[in-house]
Structures are given as C-alpha cells and as structure tokens.
C-alpha cells in the first residue's frame, strides 16, 4: 500500500496534534449544548475516534452512511446506506467528516438535517479541498486545506482500500488511472 503512495502530505503526528486542537475548540464551542457528533462512514472514523478523545462535553455518537461516489468520481446522487437511529430535532449536530471536496454529499446531508428540526448543524472536517467544489459549501471547523490531489489514508480510500494508512497521501496517479 505504500509504495501506492505518492508523497505525504500530512503525517500521523500533524493530525494527532490537530484532532486536538479541534477537540479544545469544539469543548468551548459546543458548552453546555449536548451535541450529536455524526460521524459519515466510512471515512469519518478514524478522525473522529481521535477527536472526541478531545472533546469534552456530554455528546452523543452517532452514524449515517451516505454516498454519491463510485471509486473515483461522483454519481450525482446521494444515497443514504444507514440513516441516524435518533432524532434531531432541537439537537445541536456537528458532522465529523474526513474530507470537504465537492460538498455535494455534505449539502444534502446538511439540507435533511435542517428539515428534520436540528437546532443547529455544523461541520468539522480533518481535511478541506476547495478547489473541488462544485456546490458553495464551508465547513465552520477546518483541520487542514489540501490542494486539488487524489489522496488517501487515515479514513479517505480508493475503492474501499488505503483506508488504514496513518497518514494522508497523495495516490500515485497510475493506481486509479488503470
């Protein structure tokens, strides 16, 4: 797996020290609300066992699994695989994500939370990649901005692979090109 690996771009050490630093402001953000902290499978669960060692305020866990991606490129629709087993309504939620890209996903997700009555919803994200965007999308609470790169690890994967790296790489162009 890492000889797939083109370059690091963020070492285990840089993310430990960033999930926090996260965790601190989000201890002070989220003061006496209770949040729900939804993590979206599969790639949010790395980053978010690290964060919530840091968070400390009562939350609560929780799970969806959504996906508008097949390997490398989106679908242009969104599919809920594991819906919330709770309501949101009058919770505050703050999705922990792996990486911001196109925000499409994350839109849709953010759009039924906020019909379903969550007070509030926000999201923190270990990674962000503006340049891929194709929905206006900002995530409140930034661990790292990437460029433009096809990159793994830590959470992210390449057809359910590369997933378990404890860093995040760039992957070599010629594994996903083949």
């Known amino acids: 797996m890492h000889s797939d690996i083109k370059e690091i771009l963020i070492s285990k050490q840089q993310i430990e020290d960033k999930a926090i630093e996260l965790g601190n402001i989000l201890s002070e953000a989220y003061s006496g609300k209770q949040p729900i902290l939804l993590g979206l499978l599969k790639g949010s669960v790395m980053f978010m066992g690290d964060l919530m060692k840091s968070i400390e305020v009562p ?47 994350l839109s849709k997700v953010i759009e039924l939370l ?32 990437i460029p433009k790169a096809f990159v793994v690890g830590y959470g992210l994967d390449y057809n359910e692979f590369y997933r378990t790296l404890p860093y995040v790489g760039i992957l070599k162009e010629q594994v996903y090109t083949k």
Not at 96 to 103: A, R
Not at 126 to 141: H, I, S, T
Request: net charge negative; no cysteine.
């Open 59 to 105: 939350a609560q866990i929780e799970f969806m699994d959504v996906s508008s991606y097949h390997g490398a490129t989106s679908s242009g629709q969104v599919k809920i695989l594991k819906d919330l087993d709770v309501s949101v309504e009058g919770r505050h939620v703050l999705i922990v994500e792996d990486i911001v890209d196109t925000g499409f996903t």
């Open 114 to 145: 906020k019909h379903r009555g969550a007070s509030s919803v926000e999201v923190v994200t270990l990674l962000d990649k503006p340049e891929g965007r194709v929905v206006e999308m900002k995530a409140k609470y930034v661990g790292f901005t």
